[in-house]
C-alpha cells in the first residue's frame, strides 16, 4: 500500500522558511515523479513542483518560481521542499503526491498545513 | 497557462439522482483530463483519468467523457457518500491546472 507522510509544517513569519518533507513507503520511489499540491484554507487545487524519479528534472508554478526548491533523497525514500521568501498567500495545506504518469496523481498525503503570519 | 473552468460551483441533489459536472479547458487537452473527489478534511483522491477511465476502486456509478476542450463527470445515482467536492485538473502540459472545484450537497 502506497503511504505518503508530510511533516514539517507550522507557523512562521513572513518572510521566513519552512522545509516540508514526504516520507514515502509502498512503491518503488526511486523511479516514481512526485509533486507538490497545495490548498490554501476553503480554497481550492493548485500544483506548486514537481521533479522527476531521479531528481533530475524539476517544474514549477510560477508562484513557487525563485523561492521553493523541490528536491528528493532517494536513499531515504523522502520528498522535500524547501520553501523561502515566504508570504501569507502561502498560507495552505501542503500535499505531497505521487505521479501514475505526468501530472497524474494517484496517491496524495495526508497534507501539512503552513501558516505564514506575524 | 490551461485555464480549467467547471460548472457548476455547488449543487445539491437528492440520493438517487444523476449528477452531471462540466469542465472547460482553454484549449484543447485531448484527453489528458482526470478528475478528483475531495471529502471534507481529506486529502483529493483520484476517481477518473485520461477523461473517461475509471481508477481501481472507484464504483462504477462514476463516469467521465469528453476531450479536446469539454468533458463531463457523471454520478448515475447520488450516494450519501459521496458528499465532496470534485475537482478536474488538466495533464497535458505544464503546469497542471485544477478547476475551481464542485461542492456537491446531499438535499
Known amino acids: 500500500e502506497v503511504q505518503l507522510l508530510e511533516s514539517g509544517g507550522g507557523l512562521v513569519q513572513p518572510g521566513g522558511s519552512l522545509r516540508l518533507s514526504c516520507a514515502a513507503s509502498?512503491?518503488?520511489?526511486?523511479?516514481?515523479?512526485m509533486n507538490w499540491v497545495r490548498q490554501a484554507p476553503g480554497k481550492g487545487l493548485e500544483w506548486v513542483a514537481a521533479?522527476?524519479?531521479?531528481?533530475?528534472?524539476?517544474y514549477y508554478a510560477d508562484s513557487a518560481k525563485g523561492r521553493f526548491t523541490v528536491s528528493r533523497d532517494n536513499s531515504k525514500n523522502t520528498l522535500y521542499l524547501q520553501m523561502n521568501s515566504l508570504r501569507a498567500e502561502d498560507t495552505a495545506v501542503y500535499y505531497c503526491?505521487?505521479?501514475?504518469?505526468?501530472?497524474?496523481?494517484?496517491?496524495w498525503g495526508q497534507g501539512t498545513l503552513v501558516t505564514v503570519s506575524s | 497557462d490551461i485555464q480549467m473552468t467547471q460548472s457548476p460551483s455547488t449543487l445539491s441533489a437528492s440520493v438517487g439522482d444523476r449528477v452531471t459536472i462540466t469542465c472547460r479547458a482553454s484549449q484543447s487537452i485531448s484527453t489528458w483530463l482526470a478528475w478528483y473527489q475531495q471529502k471534507p478534511g481529506k486529502a483529493p483522491k483520484l476517481l477518473i483519468y485520461?477523461?473517461?477511465n475509471l481508477q481501481s476502486g472507484v464504483p462504477s456509478r462514476f463516469s467521465g467523457s469528453g476531450s479536446g476542450t469539454e468533458f463531463t463527470l457523471t454520478i448515475s445515482s447520488l450516494q450519501p457518500d459521496d458528499l465532496a467536492t470534485y475537482y478536474c485538473q488538466q495533464y497535458n502540459i505544464y503546469p497542471m491546472t485544477f478547476g475551481q472545484g464542485t461542492k456537491v450537497e446531499i438535499k
Open positions: 503526491a505521487k505521479d501514475a504518469v505526468a501530472g497524474l496523481f494517484d496517491s
Open positions: 485520461k477523461a473517461s
Open positions: 509502498g512503491f518503488t520511489f526511486g523511479t516514481s515523479a
Open positions: 521533479i522527476s524519479g531521479s531528481g533530475s528534472t524539476t
